[in-house]
């Protein structure tokens, strides 16, 4: 069972950066579907964005532009790039990882982005 492991989150001003790491425990599938999603206090847990094997990345509206989703296979990790950070964005962030063959589904634990001066 795959297990991801995300890291990089903290405090940061408004209008700093951070990038957020996520690690599968063990090598994936070369097809996928990966994603970042945020669960903010007292709200739903939404998309911030996803990537695929493939290249195909699309991003929610509310971070277009200001985030970037980026994979490096010989890591075997994804990474969320954030930048010009505002407190809405403050939330629990998760990665999920789902090969592409599979409707199995696999979720990091969060890390804590807390966008606050």
């Known amino acids: 069972q795959v297990q991801l492991v995300e890291s990089g989150g903290g405090l940061v001003q408004p209008g700093g950066s951070l990038r957020l790491s996520c690690a599968p425990s063990?090598?994936?599938?070369?097809?996928?579907?990966m994603g970042w999603y945020r669960q903010a206090p007292g709200k739903q847990r939404e998309l911030v964005g996803i990537i695929t094997s493939s290249g195909l990345i699309n991003y929610s509206d509310s971070v277009k532009g200001r985030f970037s989703i980026s994979t490096d296979n010989a890591k075997n990790q994804m990474y969320l790039q954030m930048n010009s950070l505002n407190p809405e964005d403050t939330a629990v962030y998760y990665c999920?990882?789902?090969?592409?063959?599979?409707?199995?589904?696999?979720w990091g634990q969060g890390t804590q982005v807390t966008v606050s001066s």
């Open positions: 063990e090598s994936i599938s070369r097809f996928y579907v």
């Open positions: 999920k990882y789902r090969s592409t063959y599979s409707a199995v589904e696999y």
